[in-house]
């Protein structure tokens, strides 16, 4: 079965400094990944994807993702946190069920940004 | 501007009462969701419609009903609210093939409450 796992529930980082938000996930085929983010009172955007081309993608606002498959991990990073990236991320995982493809939402991690 | 919205935005009930949400979508997509957020669940999957005509059960689709009215129109019904349904609702939309396909478009969400 398809799962995906955001070890943190919470990552606190001051302003400037890098970031580094954790998912793994289980699939029994090639995945396509996703992460979105969520600011406080509003829905999901999607912030970047990886559908078995690059394995480093890059997404909005200076956030990148690497799928390592050996590792089933697709960890977000951003080299120099803003005030304005404190939010809710969330790791999404493909699901296929009768030829059509489902998404499967992580838990979250909740960024605090300090200045 | 083009997107998904939902109404309303918030809204208190009582154990019983039945209520609607409403859900429309001006960018030609097929795909249609509803998603439940609670805290520390991240986004469940309630029902989806892969395509105008079809609807289909997701994680937690008991206490729900689902109406695909048209390409743009897809609602959400709670026949006899309960307390455990006080959740944030989001609706989304996605392209469903090629580039587009998974990628998802969310609403600003509705807050629901039953006492």
């Known amino acids: 079965a398809q799962s995906v796992t955001q070890l943190d529930s919470h990552v606190s980082v001051s302003e400037g400094t890098p970031v580094l938000l954790r998912c793994n996930y289980s699939?029994?085929?090639?995945?396509?990944l996703f992460w979105y983010v969520q600011h406080p009172n509003k829905g999901l955007q999607l912030l970047l994807k990886y559908t078995s081309a690059a394995t480093l993608v890059k997404g909005i606002n200076g956030f990148e993702a690497e799928f390592k498959k050996s590792e089933t991990s697709f960890h977000l990073t951003k080299p120099s946190a803003h005030m304005s990236d404190a939010a809710e991320y969330f790791c999404v995982v493909t699901l296929w069920n009768t030829g059509f493809q489902k998404l499967v939402f992580g838990t979250g991690t909740r960024l605090l940004v300090s200045p | 501007n083009a997107g998904v919205t939902q109404t309303p935005k918030f809204q208190v009930l009582k154990t019983g009462q039945s209520m609607t949400l409403q859900c429309a979508q001006d960018m030609n997509h097929n795909s249609m969701y509803w998603y439940r957020q609670d805290p520390g669940m991240g986004l469940r999957l309630i029902y989806y419609?892969?395509?105008?005509?079809t609807t289909d059960k997701g994680e937690v689709p008991n206490g729900y009903n689902v109406s695909r009215l048209n390409k743009r129109e897809f609602s959400l019904r709670l026949e006899s609210a309960a307390p455990s349904q006080t959740s944030v609702y989001f609706c989304?939309?996605?392209?469903?093939w090629g580039s587009g396909a998974n990628v998802l478009t969310f609403g600003a969400g509705s807050r629901l409450t039953v006492l």
């Open positions: 419609s892969a395509s105008e005509g």
């Open positions: 699939s029994s085929y090639s995945p396509s």
């Open positions: 989304a939309s996605s392209g469903g």
